[in-house]
Structures are given as C-alpha cells and as structure tokens.
C-alpha cells in the first residue's frame, strides 16, 4: 500500500488542484489581454470573409489563412505535442524538432479530445461582435492574427479542463469511478463542480479587466471608469462560455478515464 502509494506520488507532485487553479488564474492574464488587443481594432468583418480573400491556392478566409499558416510553423516546432496545446487547424506538418519529454500525467485518451470547433464557432458568432465596435480600419492582418491569440488562449483555458479531471480524478477515484462506469455525465458534471469557486473566478476577472484595460495617467484621478474591455462582459465571458467549456472537456475526459 505505501510503495503504491509512494510510486503515485513520485509522478503527480508537480499537479495538485492548487497548482492546475494556479495556472488557470495565470492564463485568466493571457485571455484578458488578448481581448484587450483586439478590441483595440473594430469589427473588420471583411477578415471572416470568404469571398474577400481571394488568396491564390486557398479557398478560406484571412483568418483561416493566417490561422492554417501560423499553426504550420508552429507545429514545425513541435508545439501541438505538449500536452497543453490543442491546434485549430488539420493536417498539420510533423515536429522538426527533438520531442521533449512531456510527463504521462493524463490518460492517453487525452489526446482524441479537442473542441476548438466548438471554441472557433463560440468566438466568432458569440463573443466577437461583444468584444469589438463595428467598423472597418482595414488592419486586417493584425486582426487577424489578434484573432488568432484569442483562440490560443482561450483553447489552452479550456483543454486545461483535462488536467483539473486528472487531478480530481485521483483526489477521489472511487467517486468518480462509480460516475464512469456508469458513464453517467450529469454526475460527472455534479462532482466536478464548485459553485463557490466559479463566483470567485468570475469576480476575480472582473477585478482584473478593470486593472489591466485601465486608462493609466500621470495626473491624479486616472481611470475615469472606461476600460478597454467592459469589465462585466469579461466576467460574462467566463460564466456563460469559458467555464461551462471546461467542464466539458472535464466532463469527456473522465468518460473516457478507466478505457
Ligand atoms: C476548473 C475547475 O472546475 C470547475 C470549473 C471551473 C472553471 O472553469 O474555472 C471552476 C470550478 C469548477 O466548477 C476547478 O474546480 O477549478
């Protein structure tokens, strides 16, 4: 009993659901400032349209473009195998590179689960025209590839759903075993939550949206109450989308736990 579970430690110590919250509030900066970037350029809806582009040899949008071409040279460089790092795009070009030697902490299963469809189809229907004013300035590349740091971070937020089930998983296996053999997602879903952690989230990215879009200035006063990102929209964000998509992935990772 005591080897086993000395064994189970030696692979699990970098994860706890303290260090997993951690770097989920950590990555709460990446999504804020990105949407701050991006609301800095209007709506330029002519970047999500197909006809417009016209690029010789590729039938898709400016975004699709720069989406499909960024994440090619990143895979070049071996990102889609860490297991943090979910691409967008099909089809990608092999690593260049030595791999790294990611540590086995989630179940293989782990790796037939992305739902950056979902996110993609969210992003530009959903939370787009929120974020931005109508319009058109016609810096279309940076949009796009503003855009495309929005994803990034929202699907790395959300994909990190995985490693908050691994690590509640084995905090209470029994629990959760009962659940996944039943394949039962609605008790899934009840064990995984915490209401009282989801309000504080929701407050706390409120609080940083107000920090971080803040107009800054040497005289006294400063923010007059304007920020670059409506602070009470980032918090909507969280509650009615990032959130719930991470339980999903939570969700259809310990489906798939005891396979
Ligand atoms: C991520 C967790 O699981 C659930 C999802 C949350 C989120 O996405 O922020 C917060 C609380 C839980 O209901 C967690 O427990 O930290």
Redesign the pocket.
């Known amino acids: 009993k005591f080897m086993e579970k000395a064994a189970s430690n030696s692979t699990t110590n970098e994860w706890t659901l303290g260090t997993v919250?951690d770097s989920?509030i950590r990555q709460e900066d990446t999504i804020i400032f990105g949407l701050i970037e991006r609301a800095k350029f209007p709506m330029n809806s002519v970047v999500y349209d197909q006809s417009f582009a016209r690029i010789p040899g590729f039938g898709g949008s400016l975004v699709q473009y720069i989406v499909q071409e960024t994440e090619a040279l990143h895979a070049k460089l071996g990102r889609y195998e860490s297991p943090e790092e979910h691409p967008f795009s099909d089809n990608l070009p092999p690593s260049l590179i030595r791999s790294h030697n990611y540590s086995q902490f989630l179940h293989p299963a782990a790796n037939n689960i992305n739902i950056n469809k979902k996110i993609w189809d969210i992003y530009f229907n959903q939370l787009l025209p929120l974020f931005t004013v109508e319009g058109e300035d016609g810096n279309y590349a940076s949009t796009a590839a503003s855009d495309l740091e929005c994803l990034q971070a929202l699907s790395r937020r959300i994909h990190y759903?995985k490693f908050?089930a691994e690590v509640k998983y084995r905090d209470a296996p029994k629990d959760y075993g009962h659940a996944i053999q039943a394949q039962d997602r609605d008790a899934l879903m009840k064990l995984?939550?915490?209401?009282s952690?989801?309000e504080m989230?929701k407050k706390r990215v409120e609080k940083k949206a107000m920090l971080f879009g803040q107009e800054v200035s040497l005289e006294n006063g400063g923010s007059k109450g304007k920020y670059k990102v409506d602070p009470s929209l980032v918090s909507r964000l969280y509650g009615e989308w990032?959130?719930p998509l991470?339980?999903l992935v939570?969700v259809e990772y310990l489906l798939r736990r005891l396979d």
Request: charged share 25%; proline share 0%.
């Open positions: 919250r989920l759903g908050v995984l939550t915490f209401k952690v989801e989230v990032v959130m991470t339980k939570q």
